[in-house]
């Protein structure tokens, strides 16, 4: 762990769970409290970015970025899934499906190592994207505003972060044979 990325990623998994921590017990629906944690998550998230760019602008792109990077991302994002469902602002199910796809992700990831590191592709990135747009959406006061059991914006959101999920896992199984 010898260059700036590095670091920056590792910083992003101390720094993950005491965000968790501030969502679990600071989080009350259509509070302003919530712009405050969408801002931390929002700045947690981006670090996902930053590390990627000083890796490639400095040539400091290594394995144990490739591997630590997605580990870094399942920390804040699937904690911060597990994190709403616990406050019933996101569905169980689609928290289970989402941390079903990321584990099973990570074990392969974690098989294949010694072979090759699997690096981030488009539709991966994607993924985290949308996931964290998703989450972003709960977090934010306005998810309150436009809840309806029918239809929502939290009900598009959820599907479709729990399809395009699964749908990059197809994409990385399919690619890697």
Do not use: H
Request: hydrophobic share 55%.
């Amino acid at each position: 762990m010898s260059n700036l990325a590095n670091a920056v990623t590792v910083l992003r998994i101390l720094v993950a769970p005491v965000f968790l921590w501030f969502l679990y017990t600071e989080y009350t629906p259509s509070e302003p409290v919530n712009w405050v944690l969408l801002a931390a998550f929002i700045l947690i998230a981006a670090t996902d970015g930053i590390d990627g760019a000083i890796a490639r602008r400095t040539a400091t792109v290594s394995k144990l970025g490739k591997l630590l990077d997605p580990i870094a991302d399942k920390v804040l994002i699937g904690g911060s899934f597990v994190v709403l469902s616990m406050l019933d602002v996101v569905p169980w199910w689609a928290t289970i499906a989402i941390l079903v796809r990321e584990i099973g992700m990570t074990i392969y990831r974690l098989i294949v190592v010694n072979d090759r590191v699997i690096a981030a592709s488009s539709t991966g990135k994607f993924k985290t994207v949308f996931q964290c747009i998703a989450i972003g959406w709960f977090i934010s006061p306005l998810n309150v505003w436009t809840y309806n059991p029918d239809f929502s914006i939290s009900f598009g959101l959820v599907y479709g972060a729990v399809f395009v999920t699964w749908y990059s896992a197809f994409k990385y199984l399919r690619a890697s044979r």
